[in-house]
């Protein structure tokens, strides 16, 4: 990766992602997506991350990243007061002079960059419509694998493309109409019957989820919030080296969850 010839603005980069992304499509967002902090005017490396939080700011200022682009951003329903934990957050960002730009629901629903659609591309599964409704919107997607096949080897699949050791339920079916929501997505399984899915892939485990799934007969997989998560930005890292030749670096910081 090389560093950018030509200087790139914040407002240039900002105005990109936020047409790219579809910001307007969701505005009842809790997240405030976009520029949450603004650091230096020129952006010149940007790091991509699934969170907000200290370990990641200190690893993108050691590594002279001016831009961070997250999934889970610092502020979500708006600003009361700055202090404790926040603080420090944006005392690391500011100090550095990092800009954070965050990108929660149109970032599980982007049809192209989204978690869910890199999802279904990962694991092989041919897209077929918009899954699961979140805040009146649907921000998953559901599709079919070229084959039917057991739980266990569409399992195996998974875990090996997203280096993840999945919590799954077998309620008996064979795995080909498969939904997948990322994160804490679970909720989503109201829907499987209404859309044939047999199998349903989320990110963090739910008890609640267990019982519907159990009634409707939907196999049950958790594949884990952060590696779910980890999709969509990485996705848009690629699109920004590749539009503006900037270097992007992934700042890795896995919770296991
Ligand atoms: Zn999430």
């Given at each position: ?28 967002d ?6 949450q ?8 490396k ?12 200190e690893?993108a ?7 961070v682009?997250?999934h889970?951003?610092?502020?979500w329903?708006g600003?009361?007061?700055v ?5 420090k ?32 591309k ?9 899954f ?16 039917e096949?057991?739980?266990?080897d569409f399992?195996?699949r ?8 999945s919590f ?18 679970w909720?989503?399984?109201h829907?499987?019957e209404k859309y044939?899915?047999d199998t ?9 989820a ?9 196999n049950?997989i ?11 930005v990485?996705?848009?890292g690629?699109?920004?080296?590749k ?11 896995p919770?296991g969850?």
């Amino acid at each position: 990766m090389t560093r950018s010839a030509n200087p790139l603005s914040l407002e240039r980069l900002v105005s990109f992602l936020d047409t790219e992304l579809a910001l307007p499509e969701f505005p009842h967002d809790e997240s405030s997506n976009g520029l949450q902090v603004e650091g230096g005017a020129i952006v010149r490396k940007i790091g991509v991350a699934v969170d907000a939080c200290e370990f990641v700011f200190e690893k993108a200022s050691a590594a002279n990243i001016d831009f961070v682009l997250v999934h889970h951003g610092l502020i979500w329903g708006g600003i009361k007061s700055v202090g404790g934990i926040l603080k420090k957050r944006m005392k690391a960002l500011l100090g550095a002079d990092i800009s954070l730009y965050a990108c929660h629901l149109p970032l599980d629903w982007h049809p192209v960059y989204g978690n869910n659609a890199q999802l279904l591309k990962l694991l092989s599964i041919r897209k077929v419509g918009e899954f699961g409704e979140y805040h009146g919107k649907r921000i998953g997607y559901w599709g079919r694998t070229s084959r039917e096949m057991s739980l266990k080897d569409f399992l195996s699949r998974v875990d090996s493309a997203l280096k993840t050791k999945s919590f799954s339920m077998d309620f008996g079916n064979k795995v080909k109409n498969v939904g997948v929501v990322s994160g804490g997505g679970w909720s989503a399984i109201h829907d499987a019957e209404k859309y044939g899915i047999d199998t349903f892939l989320t990110g963090e485990p739910s008890h609640s989820a267990y019982v519907l799934a159990e009634e409707m007969r939907v196999n049950l997989i958790f594949s884990g919030h952060y590696s779910t998560e980890t999709l969509g930005v990485k996705a848009v890292g690629a699109l920004l080296q590749k539009k503006f030749g900037i270097e992007v670096e992934f700042i890795d910081h896995p919770t296991g969850l």
